[in-house]
């Protein structure tokens, strides 16, 4: 371990580092006001930039709980988050829960229109199957389970993350501010996890 005291704004020093880090890890008081506007913008500004994982800490004490928390969609984009996040699993010789939230679009609730929640429900849980599969063969001591609430993914993680000693999100790096490139799930789960939260970028 090595040690540098460095001056400058707090997101650009650690950006700075991003060259070279593997993952870089943040605290996080979560105090309200002005003062935890300012930590909150260095945490969203540093996740939406870096380009290797970037780790939030808050700093209330919690009991330590095993489970890894990972949220997939239906997109390529979440593998490398679900891939950090089955190494996370295997290092800490802990559970892997892998959550798919769904919402009906806004149509669905036309009394014209029907559907099957039964078979929506099913082809959720064949989705988590097939992005589960990628990596489950190269981590054969990883126990997974899998969920797919019908729920806001805010809403879904955020409540697993109870559970969790590590809740994984994937951040798909679009857009053209910090705040942007995270996406609305990505600083969701930042303000309001209960455990700490990895950010993982998608490779451009």
């Known amino acids: ?14 950006l700075d580092q991003d060259k070279e880090a593997t993952e870089i890890v943040l605290g996080c008081r979560g105090r309200g006001g ?13 996740a939406g ?10 700093g209330e004490h919690r009991r330590v709980r095993g489970e ?3 949220g997939v969609d239906d997109s390529p984009e979440c ?4 891939a950090y996040a089955f190494e996370q699993a295997r290092l800490r010789g802990a559970a892997l829960r892998v959550v798919h939230a769904w919402q009906l679009p806004v149509h669905a609730f036309a009394p014209e229109i029907s559907y099957d ?28 389970v899998q969920e797919a609430p019908s729920a806001h ?11 969790a000693g590590l809740l994984v999100v994937g951040s798909h790096g679009r857009g053209g501010l910090g705040s942007a490139l995270l996406g609305s799930v990505s600083r969701g789960v930042l303000h309001h996890a209960r455990c ?9």
């Open 49 to 58: 930039h870096a380009r290797c994982p970037v780790v939030v800490v808050r």
């Open 117 to 144: 929640l039964d078979e929506i429900r099913e082809a959720q849980h064949r989705l988590i199957g097939d992005r589960v599969r990628v990596f489950a063969s190269d981590y054969p001591q990883v126990s997974v």
């Open 68 to 70: 890894v928390v990972v």
């Open 34 to 46: 002005f003062a935890g506007a300012l930590l909150g913008s260095v945490s969203t500004n540093v």
């Open 196 to 204: 700490p939260v990895a950010v993982v970028r998608t490779e451009n």
């Open 1 to 14: 371990m090595t040690t540098k005291d460095v001056e400058g704004l707090p997101a650009a020093v650690l």
């Open 79 to 82: 593998e490398p988050a679900l």
């Open 153 to 163: 993914p805010v809403d879904a993680l955020t409540t697993a993350s109870g559970q």
